[in-house]
């Protein structure tokens, strides 16, 4: 009898029930592609991070460069004398720890010693300033009209001037990186693939080998068996990786060894990557190292997001102030216009509902036929609202609209590729350009279900206590 009536009064009302329905669709729908959007905009923060930290590691361990630092770490330059007319080839690399100062290689075994501490690898940042030209030796040219000096020279004196000669030299500037080869799951290396050759093999912890980064290597026209040549050491390319963010964390990755001897920091790094054991306790890990490793800077992902800035930030912002509190009002909105139309429904019903009544239906259960009208009309209204939100969140993620976003200067981390890494002590500034998407999860649907069902219940709770009050004379006093 419940489902007989209920088909029937839908059917009969269908007007209503269509406009109860449409309210709720709309502010179902919006719920729908603002949490989509923020979420695809959470994402896209996490990959410009993880261009910086890699995948797999929850934080960095790093200290800051000293006052001193960079007095030492300030280029300097020495080209031999020739013998010749002075116009040969003269080439100089100067190889320099970059960003931070050098930590001992047995920090990396104490941090990963800690409480929390899944795992902790190595690396060292390199800025590798290479330059190369020729002098060119002047020619002595002797003035016309005088072959003598004149007052207060000697008498035979020639008299001229050195015109031409000069110096041409150009400066090539790149970032290289030495990676913990036996620790492969941990540094930025993680996130980049790799796209033609291989990568490192854990035995090579000191060969003479080097991993590019495809938009450097295209710059270079480096491939697979290339030769590199750095500080007069020649390294073999044996692969060429793709940064999955599309800006790299170096130009060239090297065997950690190899980086320090380059550097002339034997047993040093940079930079730790740390992976904790559990990701909720990161902040615990953190704490836990700041304490018993002494002059250290630890960098969660958290501390770098907020440095995040940019298009993207004012869009985040955005979404997650304005559009959720945006999705909050429509809702409460859509809520109180079911529940008034119910309501309102109820009203425009009274001599059927106390005609029931007077036939023997108990208030409850005309309450819950209701109700469950109301239900119904809030699913119909879930189901439409499902629809529209998936519509605009396809939407939004084919047209991908472009975000950017810019990494401020932060305490630690490795910064950005191709231009040079942190300065002393801090994140260098990093711009990139990213693709909003809006992926919808299957918590946001539930959701969507769950808001249709409360938004039924809520209006059959008006249009419930509005015919429970009703009495059969209503109906009586109705008749015509």
């Known amino acids: 009898m ?3 009536y209920l088909r029937r009064e839908l059917r009969r009302r269908r007007k209503a029930a269509l406009v109860v329905a449409s309210g709720l669709a709309l502010g179902i729908a919006l719920v729908i592609v603002v949490n989509s959007v923020s979420h695809g905009m959470g994402r896209a923060q996490d990959k410009i991070l993880q261009s910086l930290y890699g995948l797999g590691t929850d934080m960095t361990v790093t200290k800051a460069a000293s006052a001193t630092t960079g007095d030492a770490q300030r280029p300097r330059f020495r080209f031999d004398a020739k013998d010749d007319d002075g116009s040969a080839s003269q080439s ?20 990963s010693s800690q409480q929390g501490v899944s795992d902790a690898a190595g690396g060292l940042s390199l800025n590798v300033v290479k330059v190369d030209g020729q002098f060119t030796r002047g020619q002595f040219q002797q003035n016309s009209g005088g072959g003598r000096g004149g ?8 008299s001229g001037e050195v015109r031409g000669g000069g110096a041409d030299f150009g400066i090539n500037q790149y970032t290289v990186y030495g990676t913990d080869v036996t620790k492969s799951a941990l540094g930025p290396l993680t996130s980049s693939k790799i796209t033609s050759g291989r990568g490192f093999k854990a035995t090579e912890t000191d060969a003479k080998v080097v991993i590019a980064d495809a938009a450097y290597a295209k710059t270079k ?13 020649k390294y073999e390319v044996i692969g060429i990786a793709t940064a999955s963010s599309g800006d790299s964390a170096a130009n060239l990755y090297l065997p950690l060894k190899q980086a320090q001897t380059l550097a002339g920091e034997k047993d040093k790094v940079t930079t730790i990557y740390v992976k904790a054991t559990d990701s909720q306790q990161i902040a615990a890990v953190k704490g836990t190292i700041r304490k018993n490793v002494s002059g250290t800077t630890v960098t969660t992902s958290a501390d770098l997001a907020d440095t995040v800035s940019g298009s993207l930030s004012t869009a985040s912002g955005l979404a997650s102030s304005v559009g959720k509190w945006l999705s909050v009002a429509v809702l409460i909105a859509a809520f109180l216009v079911a529940g008034l139309l119910t309501s309102s429904a109820v009203s425009r019903r ?19 036929q209701v109700v469950g009208e109301a239900v119904v009309n809030g699913l119909v209204g879930g189901v439409l609202g499902i ?13 991908s609209p472009s975000l950017q976003a810019q990494l401020g200067s932060t305490g630690g981390g490795l910064g950005g590729g191709g231009g040079g890494f942190g300065g002393p002590g801090r994140q260098a500034a990093k711009s990139l350009d990213v693709a909003l998407t809006a992926p919808v999860s299957v918590t946001t649907i539930l959701l969507a279900v769950g808001l249709a069902v409360a938004g039924g219940l809520i209006a059959g709770a008006f249009g419930g206590w509005r015919a429970s009050r009703l009495r059969p004379a209503d109906a009586l006093r109705r008749v015509e």
Do not use: C, H, N
């Open 221 to 233: 026209k480096y491939k697979v068996g290339s030769k590199v040549t750095i500080k007069g050491v």
């Open 387 to 399: 629809a529209l939100g998936l519509a605009g969140a396809y939407a939004v993620t084919a047209i």
């Open 92 to 111: 100089s690399d100067r190889v320099m720890v970059q960003g931070f100062s050098t930590l001992a290689s047995s920090t990396v075994g104490k941090v």
């Open 151 to 158: 007052p207060g020279q000697g008498g035979g004196a020639p």
């Open 2 to 4: 419940f489902f007989t």
């Open 350 to 368: 009274v001599r059927e509902f106390g005609t029931l009544k007077a036939l023997g239906w108990k208030s409850g259960r005309v309450t819950r």
